[in-house]
């Protein structure tokens, strides 16, 4: 890598980046190493198959996936910004990138209840990401990471703070002991465990269906 490179990483399951219709992730991206001749996009876990072979070509080969491989941290720590798969969202992945300091971009589309959920929101990413509803919100955002490097730094170690606090340690561990108190305290259900249960579709369940 160039010294003055923006290297954007996302890290996860192929399926996670899989094609809606005409749109594919790598050619989304695009549009935004155009602009910025110093960035480039790097994805580890889809195969470099026909849709990165294009991106590649339009880029000067600056977008690239690299297959499933276990030497991720080699990657993380190359990253200045993480860049979270789509159309679904790889919590684990954001959790260990903002663990190491790197600023973390997610698009969020779903804006109310009960989609939302489809979103990357642990506690400590609501603290500490930088989320876009739109493709236009997304590129922006990356484009500010890209331009301004005390913006990185910023983003990176709020992130840094808000996965160590909420996610490791003491601060777990009482949160767990919440959750367990909680259910020592809840009386029995009463529910038959012979009653046939219900179906209920509703939004939630047509957009999983969608998505997954």
Sequence with gaps: LARDAVLLLSIARAPKYRARGAWTYPEAHVPLLARHPQALLWAVGP???????????????RIRAFGEREDTGLFYDAADVYVDAFPLVSITSMLEAGS???????????????????????????????????????????SRLIRD???????????????????????????????????????????????????AVEELDVWLVRAF
């Design 47 to 61: 195969r470099h198959g026909p849709a990165w072979e294009r991106a590649a070509g339009r880029t000067g080969g």
């Design 100 to 142: 190491r300091g790197l600023p973390l971009v997610s698009r969020c589309p779903y804006a109310s209840e009960p989609l939302n959920v489809l979103c990357a929101d642990t506690p400590a990413l609501a603290k500490s990401a930088l989320y876009a509803r739109t493709a236009d919100e997304y590129e922006a955002l990356l």
């Design 149 to 199: 490097p005390a913006l990185r730094r910023e983003a990176g170690e709020r992130a840094r703070q808000a996965v160590v606090s909420v996610h490791t340690g003491a601060s777990w561990r009482a949160a767990l002991e919440t959750v367990y108190a909680r259910a020592l305290s809840l009386p029995p259900t009463g529910l038959d465990p012979g009653a046939g249960d219900r179906r």
